[in-house]
Every structure is written in structure tokens, then in C-alpha cells.
């Protein structure tokens, strides 16, 4: 068949890419090779324009036992505990498909995790909506949670934090990111690299279909008018032949029979061989025709890049081929040995004894494309044109009204209480706290994840946005008692050919590597998922983080709900009311322009750090941090979650009361602690030279601010959850 333009630039090829496979082959490729080359150099599977920024990151610590380059990160916890952890995106498939396409999501960054070893212990995830009055807005939402409920709830794992939120950014390009937190031994750790020769090279799990061929490629441009058409390259998943596999595969790690082991994701068979063989620096020779088929008639480039869930590569001992078939076969799984490694360097494809392929490995994984494309830095941003007169026009109440009433404040109850949130019984703290905490079962001590983005700050500023998007997550952990230790990122971006969005990418990854760099908060895995807009226009950029820390004694669990009446407020941190940005202006004036508030890594770390020490000598009753709408906001999600309310104090040195309430100033958090513990928190505090202010007391009933506001927190919480009913 003629290698036709047409045929190239259907497979996410460019022309001068198509010469360059041409100089490694020494020739031209077949169909079947041109679309393993499509595979792996596209944007999702390459790294291609990425992949100069990514090596920027830190990625190392005492803590870290593997970083990116693998099925997910590695974290020592102590005790020959690991903690194994990623996220990833699935927003292409789930705009066009959301049950489906969130559904594979989980499903695929579970086989993540469990591929390295671990027991999944925990789900979270970030997803992002257009606009409430979009009119694709609710289906797309309740197909995105009805997969994600009906994935995890299924494979018995819960799914404990995220996020939701709207912009009109994404009304033609939704984000699904999913992440998965998984528990291991230390000692027993796998991973995806091939080793020796005519090794057995097996298939496990589910059968190949038709369905995802040329997912990875799909993600890895934009939409257009004609996205609709794209439906068959979306995986279909089943969750209870997950279970199984999960369950084989974890049987089969209990002894020594596995080499490696690499999970039929992105790309499927072709993505899974090349990375294994890559990694060992081998050859791999596969026999297409023993791979189990569930369509008649599949040819071997519908067998190489199909994207049918499910599904794992393994390369076994010599002799542990019997025992391994057993173990599969208990469960109800295909187990068939479809090839072996070679010292050939090459992939080589054979089908009914005749050779379809063979591609050197090399110019499938380091010899594929690098780009270090032009990018341009953002300009700061014009001052917002709000000033004090304006801000005299509404009240308070009004003002905090429309902020808790509003689709990103509102209570997500609706939405989380559609995911299994205890199921494995190690849940401690769930969705709608700073961070979840989960348990290491049967021991007294815990893990908090939590993940965060902050779009409109990167829109603006993206070093700024990247900083403060690491801080907060970082504070939420703390929050609750947990020392952060590592994160995962999903940085979705518009159109990398853009010379803006490149700019937007870039200055994120600076600010994200100064910001873990002070932190001591490296990067340990992670995806980027670009092309996320339709006919050229792209989303904000949305660099998502997901934390991990710990919390080495679980003796008493902490969260923001206040916890008694009576209690001192102490407000850590400095507010100086930054208002540009803000929840306040763009709920009460539909206003979202100037700076993001300012980032001092400095104040961060010591105030994080400080409110640890207070938490450890339990001397905290509940803290929260103050990130989105400001100080006002915060207490008010105390209280909504409490029996109780507060009666906050004016400062005596107030400049604006607008400021002062709705300033979304950083590095600050609201304790709640007992009045005989006072002394001892100044103490600390004032030893570590942290400002703080006493801000007020908890009561009962009502939620005030000294002669400006008072309300019940019964009205409180119903004006919180009244959106959904209207939506």
C-alpha cells in the first residue's frame, strides 16, 4: 500500500516527521509500521514538546524510591511501607464519551498502580466543566461521575478527594484527570524494564477488540466541528474483569516469576512492548496471531493498536510459565504467551510465521522527536479596574451569598455521595475536607492526598499560578496533620504549536520546580495533556497537582470543622487584600483580571511548618486553610460542616473590609484551639516568628462578623446547597 500525504496526516503525522522515519527505517514503512510510529511519536505517548521542560522538575528526595519514567512514582514511607501514586488525563475520551471515557480513566490509572506492585487504596480526581448554561454542560457532568462512580464503586476502591469545577474555558473541552494511591512492600517494587534473552513475553487479561484504535493519537490533537465521529476511538471498560486481573496479577507478585511487568495503556500492545524492551535496551518479537481476539477477522495493526482495557504485558522466568498460566486461568483470564525478548534491538511483528514489521526500538522510544518549540512570556497583567467606591455598592452578606451559591462553592455532596467512599474500611477522612485521609491498614498511621488547580491564576500569571497552585496543595495536607512528601502532576495546556500556550506551559513548569524545589515537594510521576480546545481555542492552562503526605501516628484525626463553642480563632499568616483574581470580583462583578495574590515561598514553608509543630503537640481542635474566597469564605466553610458558627471581630487596623474578608492573600490558615491553650500556641508561634491574629471565638447558631453580618449557620448551609437544586 502507498504511503499516501493524506494516510500520513490522518495518523497525527507530519510530512517532515514521515522523512525522518524514512532515514531510520532506510526505506519506507508499511501501514502496520506507520501506525506504530504514529503511536509512539505522538504527543501523548512522546512527550515530544514536553519532554525539555519536564527534565527541569525535581524529581529526588530521601523519600523517593522512583520517580518519573515509570507506571507511577514511589514514596518511602517508613516501616517497609511504599506509597505508588500518579494521575493522568482522560479529557478527549470523555468529552466525546463521558460514561466511557472517565470510566477508562479509572480504570487505566488503577492498572498503573497495581502494575508496580501495589494495592489500590485510593481515588481521587479533578474534573473541570464548561459553563452551568452551556447545553452540554449536564450530560457531560453526569456522564463523567456516573464512570467514575461506576468504575471504582465496582473495582472496590474509594474514591475519597477531588474536585469539580466550571468556566466557560472548557465548554468545548472538559478535563478529566484521574489519579490512583496504591500500597506496597518496599521490598517488592516492579517495574517495566526487560531483562535476558527468550524470555517469555505474556498476554493477560481481557481480549483485543476494535475499540480505542488510535486513542493515544486522538488525544494528541484538537478537536474540530467533526469531534463527534471520533466515538470509536474511546475504550469501553469493564470493571469487574479489572478486579480479576488486579487480583492475579497482585497473586502472581508474591513470588519471584515476574521480570517485568507493563500495563496495555496508551497505545496498547505497541506502547507496552516498546517501553519494555526500551528499558532493557532489547529486542522484542511478538506472534500477532496467538493474540486472543474477541472480533473476528482483526488484523495486526488493529491488534497493535487497539486500546481494549484490561489488559497486561509480562515477561516471566524461565519456568514460572505453568504456575503463572494457573493463577490466571483461576481467575477466569486469558494467559497466552505471544513472544519472546531478543538481542536484536528491533520489534518485530509476525503473523501465521511471516514478518509484518520490524522497526528498530530505538526510533520508536529515544530517537523519537524533541521539540524545543518558541514560546513567548506572559506580559503582567493590567490592574483590575475595580476601586474602594465600587466596593461600597454591596454588602457583605450579599457578597458571601453569591460566593457560597455559586457552581465552584457550592456543597459537591450530590456529586461525591455517588462514589464508595469507605469501602476497604480505611477511610478516615473523606471528600470535602483539605485532603482525604486514608489509613495503612491494620497499622496506626495514615496518608493524606488531596489534589488542586488553580486555572485562572495561570491564565493570568503562570509562574505565579504554578507556585500557588504547589502551595496550596501543600497547606492542604498540612491542614489536616500530614507532612507533605511528594506529588503528581496532569498539566493540561491548549495547543502547543502556540507560541502563547507554549509561553503558558513553560512559565507553570518554573514556577511549579521553584515552588517544590523550596518545598522539598518533588515530582515523582505525572502526564501532560495537550491539545485540550477546539477549532483554536484553548482552555486555561490547568496544571493539576495531587499531594501525598504523611501522618505518622493517626491518633487523632484533624479536619476544618469546628469542633466546640467557645473555641479561639487564630488566623495564621499576613493579609494584605489581594482582591485581582478573586472569587469576590468575579462572582459579585464579573470581573477576572489583574495579578494573582503573591507567592512568598518563605512565609509557606515556615508557616506550614509551624502550624505541623502546633498540630504534633495537640494543641489544634480544627484548622482550614484560606485559599478561594478569601478569609470570609473559609470560616464560612468551618461553620457549614459544624454545629457551630463563629462571631468574628473587626481588626483594629482595617484599611478595607472588602479586603480584609475576601483577599485571597496565601500561605495563611484559620485554627480553632481551646482558650487554656493559648499561651503554648502563641509560643510556638511567636518562636518561629509566624504572624498570626486573633480573629474571634466559635458559638452557637449563628455566623457573624461584628456589626456587618449575622447569620444562622441552618441559612448557611441551605444557601450552600441550593444551586444543584437549581441546576
Not at 521542560?53 to 517497609?80: C, M, R, S
Not at 526487560?194 to 494528541?220: C, E, F, P, Q, W
Not at 473559609?634 to 483594629?652: D, R
Request: aromatic share 8%; net charge neutral; proline share 4%.
Amino acid at each position: 500500500m502507498k504511503i499516501t500525504s493524506q494516510i500520513i496526516e490522518k495518523h497525527g503525522l507530519k510530512l517532515e516527521e514521515f522523512a525522518n522515519i524514512k532515514k531510520l527505517l532506510n526505506r519506507e514503512p508499511n501501514l502496520l509500521e506507520l501506525g506504530i510510529f504514529s503511536a509512539m511519536w505522538n504527543e501523548h505517548c512522546s512527550y515530544k514538546s514536553s519532554r525539555i521542560h519536564l527534565k527541569n522538575l525535581p524529581t529526588k528526595g530521601k523519600q523517593v524510591i522512583q520517580g518519573p519514567g515509570e507506571n507511577a512514582g514511589v514514596i518511602d514511607i517508613g516501616d517497609n511501607d511504599a506509597i505508588v501514586f500518579k494521575i493522568e488525563s482522560h479529557n478527549h475520551p470523555s468529552y466525546i464519551e463521558p460514561y466511557q471515557g472517565a470510566a477508562t480513566g479509572v480504570g487505566g490509572i488503577l492498572r498503573d498502580v497495581f502494575t508496580m506492585g501495589a494495592r489500590p487504596i485510593a481515588l481521587l480526581n479533578s474534573i473541570h466543566f464548561g459553563s452551568p448554561e452551556h447545553f452540554k454542560t449536564k450530560s457531560l457532568l453526569n456522564g463523567v461521575v456516573s464512570g467514575i462512580g461506576g468504575y471504582g464503586n465496582c473495582i472496590g476502591i474509594p474514591t475519597v478527594a477531588g474536585e469539580t469545577k466550571f468556566n466557560e474555558t472548557y465548554n468545548e473541552n472538559i478535563l478529566v484527570n484521574a489519579m490512583a494511591v496504591g500500597h506496597a512492600k518496599k521490598s517488592k517494587i516492579f517495574y517495566s524494564k526487560a531483562k535476558g534473552l527468550n524470555k517469555s513475553v505474556v498476554y493477560v487479561g481481557s481480549k483485543t477488540g476494535r475499540d480505542g484504535i488510535h486513542g493515544a493519537s486522538m488525544a494528541s490533537a484538537e478537536f474540530d466541528e467533526n469531534s463527534e465521529e471520533k466515538k470509536p476511538t474511546v475504550q469501553v471498560g469493564d470493571p469487574f474483569t479489572e478486579k480479576l486481573l488486579m487480583e492475579a496479577c497482585l497473586e502472581l507478585m508474591k513470588d519471584n516469576s515476574i521480570i517485568s511487568i507493563q500495563d496495555m495503556g496508551a497505545a496498547g500492545l505497541t506502547s507496552s512492548s516498546v517501553e519494555m524492551a526500551s528499558k532493557g535496551e532489547l529486542g522484542i518479537e511478538l506472534e500477532l496471531d496467538k493474540v486472543p481476539c474477541r472480533e473476528e477477522n482483526m488484523t495486526p495493526y488493529e491488534m497493535m493498536l487497539s486500546e481494549s482495557q484490561e489488559r497486561m504485558l509480562i515477561i516471566l522466568e524461565d519456568g514460572k510459565e505453568k504456575d503463572a498460566r494457573k493463577i490466571f486461568e483461576k481467575w477466569d483470564l486469558d494467559f497466552v504467551i505471544i513472544g519472546k525478548t531478543t538481542n536484536s534491538n528491533n520489534l518485530t511483528l509476525k503473523y501465521n510465521n511471516k514478518i509484518e514489521g520490524e522497526i528498530p526500538i530505538e526510533a520508536l522510544a529515544s530517537k523519537a522527536p524533541i521539540y524545543d518549540r518558541k514560546w513567548i512570556k506572559k506580559k503582567k497583567p493590567k490592574k483590575s479596574e475595580i476601586n474602594l467606591k465600587d466596593l461600597k455598592k454591596v454588602k457583605i452578606e450579599e457578597a458571601l451569598i453569591k460566593i457560597l451559591s455559586s457552581p465552584n462553592h457550592s456543597n459537591k455532596s450530590w456529586l461525591t455521595n455517588q462514589y464508595d467512599q469507605s469501602v476497604m474500611c480505611d477511610t478516615v477522612l473523606k471528600s470535602g475536607s483539605d485532603a482525604a485521609i486514608i489509613r495503612i491498614h491494620n497499622k496506626d498511621k495514615a496518608i493524606a492526598v488531596s489534589v488542586d488547580s488553580s486555572a485562572n491564576y495561570c491564565k493570568s500569571h503562570p509562574i505565579t499560578g504554578g507556585k500557588q497552585i504547589v502551595c496550596e496543595n501543600w497547606r492542604n495536607l498540612i491542614t489536616v496533620g500530614a507532612k507533605p512528601l511528594a506529588i503528581t502532576n496532569c498539566l493540561n495546556f491548549g495547543n502547543p504549536e502556540n507560541q502563547e500556550i507554549m509561553g503558558e506551559f513553560a512559565e507553570c513548569l518554573l514556577g511549579i520546580k521553584e515552588a517544590c524545589e523550596f518545598l522539598n515537594y518533588p515530582v515523582v510521576s505525572g502526564n501532560v495533556s495537550f491539545y485540550n480546545g477546539t477549532n483554536k481555542k484553548n482552555i486555561f492552562p490547568t496544571p493539576v497537582i495531587g499531594g501525598v503526605g504523611l501522618i505518622k501516628k493517626l491518633s487523632n484525626p484533624l479536619n476544618h470543622i469546628f469542633k466546640r463553642e467557645n473555641s479561639l480563632l487564630i488566623l495564621i499568616g499576613k493579609t494584605f487584600g489581594h482582591l485581582e483574581q478573586s472569587c469576590f470580583l468575579k462572582e459579585n462583578f464579573s470581573i477576572s483580571e489583574g495579578m494573582p495574590p503573591e507567592i512568598n515561598l518563605l512565609n509557606e514553608k515556615n508557616n506550614g511548618e509551624s502550624l505541623l509543630k502546633l498540630i504534633d503537640e495537640n494543641l489544634i481542635l480544627s484548622s482550614h486553610d484560606v485559599s478561594n474566597g478569601g478569609l470570609i469564605t473559609a470560616l464560612s466553610e468551618m461553620s457549614i460542616s459544624s454545629n457551630y458558627g463563629a462571631k468574628i471581630l473587626k481588626p483594629k487596623k482595617l484599611t478595607n473590609l472588602f479586603k480584609y474578608f475576601f483577599g485571597e492573600d496565601q500561605a495563611r490558615y484559620i485554627i480553632e484551639i481551646n482558650s487554656n491553650n493559648l499561651p503554648k500556641v502563641e509560643k510556638v508561634l511567636k518562636e518561629s516568628d509566624v504572624y498570626y491574629e486573633n480573629i474571634g471565638f466559635t458559638q452557637k447558631k449563628y455566623f457573624e462578623i461584628e456589626g456587618e453580618l449575622k447569620i444562622s449557620t441552618k441559612d448557611l448551609f441551605k444557601i450552600n446547597n441550593e444551586w444543584y437544586n437549581n441546576f
